[in-house]
């Protein structure tokens, strides 16, 4: 269970915060505050797919079947830096679309 930062209760579970994506809100079932995960988390996952991508083929020359490996080891990995190192952010109710 993840800490809300708005309550400081850890009413956030694992399986919520693998899937949240910074462009919606969630609520805290605690205090209703909304949560997310930060915007540079997406900035990073792009940035580092991107490096991966271009070495991938400039290096290693990758047939299709290895990529779709590959994207499915970057998922993973995503998701772990996700868990441990990317902490549940405040949201703002006026950036709720
Ligand atoms: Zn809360």
């Given at each position: 269970m993840y800490k809300c930062p708005?309550?400081?209760?850890?009413?956030?579970p694992l399986w919520k915060k693998l899937i949240m994506d910074p462009r919606y809100n969630y609520k805290?079932?605690?205090?209703g505050g909304y949560i997310n995960t930060p915007y540079y988390y997406i900035v990073l996952i792009s940035v580092v797919t991107l490096i991966v991508l271009y070495f991938s083929k400039e290096v290693?020359?990758?047939?299709a079947q290895q990529i779709k490996l590959e994207i499915i080891i970057l998922v993973v990995i995503f998701e772990i830096i996700n868990l441990i190192f990317i902490p549940v952010a405040k949201k703002d109710k006026t950036n709720s679309c």
């Open positions: 708005h309550c400081g209760k850890k009413s956030i805290c079932k605690e205090c290693l020359l990758f047939k």
